[in-house]
């Protein structure tokens, strides 16, 4: 499986999910500059966590107007897998790969912190991993991680098995105390329609090898690797 990863300034996990694909694929992953107008023939692109253009505006609205980001479009309707995790969901959202939007946090605070995701479809080849139900522990690190859609929108992604993840307790339970940031039905992580596209608030990079004090995200980047190589 070849990968390649998009850098925007402000960009500042590119590097660790580089690391954590290239520990799954054994290949190294190309960096794509967000001016660049070309990404090589590749299996799957990431748009990666960070503070994309420092977060003005609105976070990760610049960044969906970068030349790049035009030719990503291209190429997640054309089939290609798409990852966004935590800025890079939100970037995602904002270019329309996605629907919904990244709000503040309920609490309006930052937060850095492992949490716990109810494993709701593992019919995708980013989740093929993991089990329906399985509850896995992923960190979090983000101000504006409360995603919110109208109710014709959430219907719409719960009728058709569009979550991917859930926040939930380390018992697999759903409720509000689980729920770090607000997100509507304590959506962590949603697919497009054909589950060819996946936006996430946590970081399954920074769990990805036992000497970061944990597994449970390297299972995403082996997943694809095995049906996509």
């Known amino acids: 499986m070849r990968a390649a990863v998009i850098v925007f300034p402000g960009s500042n996990c590119d590097r660790d999910i580089a690391t954590a694909l290239e520990q799954s694929t054994g290949k ?10 070309d990404i090589p023939d590749v299996d799957l692109i990431v748009v990666p966590g960070g503070f994309s253009y420092g977060d003005y505006l609105r976070c990760g609205a610049m960044a969906a107007h970068s030349p790049v980001m035009g030719e990503v479009k291209r190429r997640a309707e054309k089939g290609t897998r798409v990852l966004g995790i935590c800025n890079g969901f ?35 080849a980013f989740t093929a991993k993991y089990k329906a139900g399985e509850v896995i522990r992923i960190p979090i690190a983000h101000a504006e991680g409360n995603y919110f859609a109208d109710e014709a929108t959430l219907n719409e992604l719960e009728s058709n098995g569009r979550v991917a993840f859930r926040y939930c307790t380390a018992n697999g339970d759903v409720s509000a105390d ?11 992580g949603i697919f497009n329609k054909s589950r060819t596209v996946l936006g ?3 970081h399954p990079e920074r769990l990805a090898n036992a000497k970061l004090g944990g597994t449970d995200g390297r299972a995403m980047f082996d997943a694809l690797v095995e049906t996509l190589a």
């Open 178 to 188: 689980a729920n770090p940031n607000g997100s509507q039905h304590n959506i962590a």
């Open 90 to 124: 939100q970037i995602i959202t904002e270019a329309g790969l996605l629907p919904g939007v990244l709000m503040r946090n309920k609490d309006l605070r930052f937060i850095c912190r492992d949490v716990h995701l109810k494993v709701e479809d593992s019919q995708s």
């Open 28 to 37: 190294p992953t190309t960096m794509v500059w967000h001016q660049d107008t």
């Open 200 to 202: 996430m608030m946590p």
